[in-house]
Nanobody
Framework: QVQLVESGGGLVQPGGSLNLSCLAS????????MGWYRQAPGKERELVGQ???????ELVDFAKDRWTITRDNQKDTVYLQMHNLKPEDTAVYYC???????????????WGQGTQLTVYS
């Protein structure tokens, strides 16, 4: 059974740092594009960034220069390292795994249950 389990959320003051982890029970984890998304109250879920099987990282504008994404294929884990956190970063953060279709299998996508980050003054 595929599971993505996020951890590391919590309370942090503005300007602080926090690291999120996502442990994935995926067959062939290195083949998956792993992403982080977030959803603030009353807002739609939005992309934070993603890391490709090649380890290339793409971050959206609000995350650039503050955050980074890494992966450890030996531990089947992807990380989101966040610095200089702001109150507007308060949201539930979700881990996502995607793999494109091949001639032998359909495309696949999985989500974790999310972890809450609250940035408070």
């Amino acid at each position: 059974q595929v599971q993505l389990v996020e951890s590391g959320g919590g309370l942090v003051q503005p300007g602080g740092s926090l690291n999120l982890s996502c442990l994935a029970s995926l067959n062939q984890f290195p083949a998956f594009k792993m992403g982080w998304y977030r959803q603030a109250p009353g807002k739609e879920r939005e992309l934070v960034g993603q890391i490709f099987p090649s380890a290339i990282v793409e971050l959206v504008d609000f995350a650039k220069d503050r955050w980074t994404i890494t992966r450890d294929n030996q531990k089947d884990t992807v990380y989101l390292q966040m610095h200089n956190l702001k109150p507007e970063d308060t949201a539930v953060y979700y881990c996502n795994a995607q793999r494109s279709a091949s001639p032998f299998r359909p495309a696949s996508q999985y989500w974790g249950q999310g972890t809450q980050l609250t940035v408070y003054s």
